[in-house]
T-cell receptor
Framework: DVKVTQSSRYLVKRTGEKVFLECVQD?????MFWYRQDPGLGLRLIYF???????EKGDIPEGYSVSREKKERFSLILESASTNQTSMYLC???????????FGPGTRLTVL | AQSVTQLGSHVSVSEGALVLLRCNYS??????LFWYVQYPNQGLQLLLK????ATLVKGINGFEAEFKKSETSFHLTKPSAHMSDAAEYFC????????????WGAGTKLIIKP
């Protein structure tokens, strides 16, 4: 089975802190994604990566950056956390075939 | 622009009744289509996918979906609802100009009445 793990299930940070969310997949997938999920807004793509060191902006990249130094790991960085970044963050990985994606359990981030 | 429309943000059915969750999509090329399920405070789990083989697709937990090209639909059904089916369901379509991305529906919360 594909396994996608995220470093924390719940995280509480203060405004202005730098926040790292880590995601690791064990199936040698080329593609990795970061989404945020908010009530009534569905899933919104923040960034994705189709290869090591390659990244592309999604629909809402402002306030976020990403890093992919190794194929299995994709990190989401909030340079200076703000309260409007309080959300559920979901990581996914997948192959190019069919655009299929496999999700991690999510990180619920609260910024105070 | 491509889109996915899920009719009804909330659908309520009685235990044992038919479940029908509707999904309509727009795509300029033959799409790949997906249904995912999300239980509270969890990630999304793939229920089933259509990848241009059989138009009737069977998934996990007794769910199935039928691809109807003429109606641009991919509705999800289950003959008999169970309390454990209560969750949020998302329909997604492959983005036509991308080898990676999906276009997501807004989700439908399925409520099961005892």
């Amino acid at each position: 089975d594909v396994k996608v793990t995220q470093s924390s299930r719940y995280l509480v940070k203060r405004t202005g802190e730098k926040v790292f969310l880590e995601c690791v997949q064990d199936m040698d997938h080329e593609n990795m994604f970061w989404y945020r999920q908010d009530p009534g807004l569905g899933l919104r793509l923040i960034y994705f990566s189709y290869d090591v060191k390659m990244k592309e902006k999604g629909d809402i990249p402002e306030g976020y950056s990403v890093s992919r130094e190794k194929k299995e790991r994709f990190s989401l960085i909030l340079e200076s956390a703000s309260t409007n970044q309080t959300s559920m963050y979901l990581c996914a990985s997948g192959r190019t075939e069919y655009n299929e994606q496999f999700f991690g359990p999510g990180t619920r981030l609260t910024v105070l | 622009a491509q889109s996915v429309t899920q009719l009804g943000s909330h659908v309520s059915v009685s235990e044992g009744a038919l479940v029908l969750l509707r999904c309509n999509y727009s795509s300029s090329v033959p799409p790949y289509l997906f249904w995912y399920v999300q239980y509270p405070n969890q990630g999304l789990q793939l229920l089933l996918k259509y990848t241009s083989a059989a138009t009737l697709v069977k998934g996990i937990n007794g769910f199935e979906a039928e691809f109807k090209k003429s109606e641009t639909s991919f509705h999800l059904t289950k003959p008999s609802a169970h309390m454990s089916d209560a969750a949020e369901y998302f329909c997604a379509v492959s983005k036509s100009d991308s080898n990676y991305q999906l276009i997501w529906g807004a989700g439908t919360k399925l409520i099961i009445k005892p």
